[in-house]
């Protein structure tokens, strides 16, 4: 009787450890999804194209779309995303050493969800435009979606969905 009981300890304790280590590594991967992610936003404050394009599998069906209250965008495949990246972000630098804009962005509210060769995450991103000498800011609040695909054991974008919250506020607030 007491063999089975000590047995039936072990394998609890056992049981325990092995779920404990499932977690933590959930945990890890969480922890690189979102260095991915906070990679990605720094490239983009920062107009590298290169860098940013670097974030996503390189795939036919991968897309970001966009969505705000004047419409929509979607860019789909590898060769079309890294050439908008390309021209927009070359674009933005080029306007942005004119005026003097000084783009941050601040993710926050995460919510990630990590499976074996897959992940999702949603969070909220804070954005604040500055222009260097102007008193003024203008800031705007994003709701994004992004899905991961394990690629030679790193997480890589598969796509991106985002919504311009502060756009449709903004529309309700005319109406």
């Known amino acids: 009787m007491k063999t089975k009981v000590m047995t039936t300890v072990l394998i ?3 049981s325990m450890n092995v ?5 933590q590594n959930t945990e890890k991967e969480k922890e690189s999804i979102k260095a991915v992610i906070e990679g990605l936003l720094k490239d983009h404050s920062e107009c ?36 908008m990246a390309k021209n927009s972000f070359t674009r933005h630098m080029e306007e942005d050493k004119k005026s003097g804009r000084f783009l941050t962005l601040e993710p926050y509210d995460f919510t990630i969800r990590v499976y074996s060769e897959s992940a999702w ?10 222009y260097k000498g102007k008193e003024g800011i203008k800031e705007w609040t994003t709701f994004e979606n992004y899905s991961f695909e ?8 598969a796509s991106i969905s985002a919504v311009d919250l502060t756009s449709f506020e903004e529309q309700k607030e005319q109406e």
């Open 19 to 23: 779920f404990c280590q499932d977690n």
């Open 121 to 130: 995450a949603q969070y909220k991103i804070k954005w604040t435009e500055r």
């Open 12 to 14: 609890v304790f056992l």
């Open 150 to 157: 394990k690629v030679d054991d790193e997480w890589k974008i």
């Open 48 to 83: 590298d194209h290169e860098g940013w394009i670097s974030a996503w599998t390189q795939q036919p069906y991968i897309f970001i779309s966009y969505t705000d209250k004047s419409g929509h965008f979607i860019s789909k495949g590898w060769n079309e995303l890294k050439e």
